[in-house]
């Protein structure tokens, strides 16, 4: 005999009387926060604010487009203080097509409890001294 098994997020739909879904995660609004950046040759170590996400807000996934590569060999993150990578891991980026990002590790996460400055930091080189990138992050609305 086949046995169902509930996602985390539609666990109550498995039990009697049924509860209401997090809204958060199921059904929620998907609100977007852009950040254009300016390539200007920003130094190793630099960090770029992307924009602030108020408290409760669930991450779900973000895109970078970008005219120009970030270049062969600087390393860019995108997280908090104190967590860089949050969002997305230390690596290059040399695409100039739109590239989605997003870790399990912040997309299963709660809804945040304070507000949150994101940032993009560069890491091992220099980005490029010209071109543009866009930045969207996407979060669902309580």
């Known amino acids: 005999m086949a ?7 539609a666990a109550g739909l498995g039990t009697s009387p049924t509860t209401k ?3 958060a995660v199921v059904g929620g609004r998907l609100r977007r926060f852009r950040a254009v950046i300016t390539f200007a040759a920003q130094a190793d170590g630099d960090t ?8 409760g807000y669930t991450f779900a996934y973000g895109m970078i487009n970008a ?10 993150a995108i997280g908090i203080s104190g967590a860089t990578g ?25 809804a945040t409890t304070a507000e949150e ?3 993009l930091t560069i890491a091992t080189a ?16 309580p």
């Open 67 to 76: 005219s120009a590569t970030f270049g062969a060999s600087a390393t860019i």
């Open 86 to 110: 949050k969002y997305r891991t230390a690596a290059t980026h040399t695409a100039t097509v739109p590239t989605l990002f997003g870790l399990t590790t912040a997309a299963d996460d709660d």
């Open 21 to 23: 879904l997090s809204g």
């Open 126 to 141: 220099a980005l490029p001294g010209s071109g543009t990138a866009v930045v969207d992050m996407y979060f669902s609305a």
């Open 3 to 9: 046995t169902t098994t509930y996602s985390t997020d």
């Open 48 to 55: 770029i604010v992307l924009t602030t996400v108020p408290a």
């Open 117 to 119: 400055t994101i940032l």
